[in-house]
Structure formats: structure tokens, C-alpha cells
T-cell receptor, first 116, second 115 residues
Framework: AQKITQTQPGMFVQEKEAVTLDCTYD???????LFWYKQPSSGEMIFLIY??????QNATEGRYSLNFQKARKSANLVISASQLGDSAMYFC?????????????FGKGMKLTVNP | DVKVTQSSRYLVKRTGEKVFLECVQD?????MFWYRQDPGLGLRLIYF???????EKGDIPEGYSVSREKKERFSLILESASTNQTSMYLC??????????????FGAGSRLTVL
């Protein structure tokens, strides 16, 4: 069963507008972490933002914020005031613990295009 | 600037060849990972290691093996490359803290084409 679901294969947004990228997850572990990464056309994976399952407040990092709805198991990324440089692939990921070690499980990603 | 370095950015190999993908990190991280990235499939974990000489299978280990003889180096081995292993391979590392934003740092990727 898919643990991280990103249903939007692609989105278009106008420069300076806000955009929400959807992510839902599935886990029975009470302790988990959720991450968003950006991958521009250059291929590098860039960490954007993190939300812990016990964090009381939604995470924010500059123009990025995470709309964390624990009961609905969703962790949507909100980008405010989109810029042309935000055009990239975006991946949602969840940290799992396995017998003392941990790994990150990624969604299939979605492509964001910011139009001028 | 901290780094994860993958030895080859682009490789072209023939079916049946043995392929080594090397990854080195300079952050003294305990955990290292090999992912494969394919369009529409996202990143899938092949193998990971949480200590020297330790390895764990990820979600798609078939056709791959790994080696971690030194803390900073994690190698991915394709014993007999096949065309369905044509892909982008991403190495990553992280520290062993089990809480908080234990962020993975990625290398630039190695794009392998098997003919």
C-alpha cells in the first residue's frame, strides 16, 4: 500500500500567487516525521521543510509553510508569493523507523510550473 | 560546504556489465542510502546502511548489492546490469538522531543508461 500519496501530477500557478501542493500519508506509528523536498531541473534534491508528528504548530520556513492536519493524515505544502525559480518537482516524504534504523519513504512527486 | 559526492554523473554501460556507483560524504553521517528515481514513480529505496559494514534492504533491492567498508563511503553494485536498471541513482546521508528534522543530504545523482 502506498504510504505517501501525491495526487496532483502537475500544477500551474501565476507568479506571485500562492499555491498548495497536496500530500497524504499512511502510518500507524505515533511518532513520524514529514518532509518536503524540491528538485529543480538541475536534479539536486533540496530540503524545504519538516513537520514532526508531535509538533503542536504548523511548520514554516520563509515562503514555505506546512498545513498539517493530523486527523486527516495530510501534510500539504503551501508556497506563498510564487517565484519563477519555484518551478520544479516537489516530493513529500515520511520518515519511518525500522528496528532501530530509519528511512525516508517518498511520494511520486508533482511538477510545479510558475508562469510569469 | 558539506557534501555528498557521487563519483559519476553520467554512465553508459552494456547489458551484463558489472557497474559500481560510488558515494562519499564528508559529514561523518552514520546513515547512508541509495535511491532510484524514475519518472512517475518518485524515489524508491534500494539499500541503506546505518553503520560501517551494516546494510539493510530497501523496497527494491533485487539486482543490486551494496558495500560499506568505511563510514564515509557507500557503494552500489549492479552485478550484471540490465536495461531495466536504466535510471537516475541518488545517494543520500543523514545523522543517526532519531528525532527532529533529521534531514537527508543528497548527492547530485548518477544517470545510468544500460544498452
Amino acid at each position: 500500500a502506498q504510504k505517501i500519496t501525491q495526487t496532483q501530477p502537475g500544477m500551474f500557478v501565476q507568479e506571485k500567487e500562492a499555491v498548495t501542493l497536496d500530500c497524504t500519508y499512511d502510518t500507524s506509528d505515533p511518532s513520524y516525521g514529514l518532509f518536503w523536498y524540491k528538485q529543480p531541473s538541475s536534479g539536486e534534491m533540496i530540503f524545504l521543510i519538516y513537520q514532526g508528528s508531535y509538533d503542536q504548530q504548523n511548520a514554516t520556513e520563509g515562503r514555505y509553510s506546512l498545513n498539517f492536519q493530523k486527523a486527516r493524515k495530510s501534510a500539504n505544502l503551501v508556497i506563498s508569493a510564487s517565484q519563477l525559480g519555484d518551478s520544479a518537482m516537489y516530493f513529500c516524504a515520511m520518515r519511518e523507523f525500522l528496528g532501530g534504523s530509519e528511512k525516508l519513504v517518498f511520494g511520486k512527486g508533482m511538477k510545479l510550473t510558475v508562469n510569469p | 560546504d558539506v557534501k555528498v559526492t557521487q563519483s559519476s554523473r553520467y554512465l553508459v554501460k552494456r547489458t551484463g556489465e558489472k557497474v559500481f556507483l560510488e558515494c562519499v560524504q564528508d559529514m561523518d553521517h552514520e546513515n547512508m542510502f541509495w535511491y532510484r528515481q524514475d519518472p512517475g514513480l518518485g524515489l524508491r529505496l534500494i539499500y541503506f546502511s546505518y553503520d560501517v559494514k551494516m546494510k539493510e534492504k530497501g523496497d527494491i533491492p533485487e539486482g543490486y548489492s551494496v558495500s560499506r567498508e568505511k563510514k564515509e563511503r557507500f557503494s552500489l553494485i549492479l552485478e550484471s546490469a540490465s536495461t531495466n536498471q536504466t535510471s537516475m541513482y541518488l545517494c543520500a546521508s543523514s545523522s543517526r538522531q532519531h528525532s527532529g528534522a533529521n534531514v537527508l543530504t543528497f548527492g547530485a545523482g548518477s544517470r545510468l543508461t544500460v544498452l
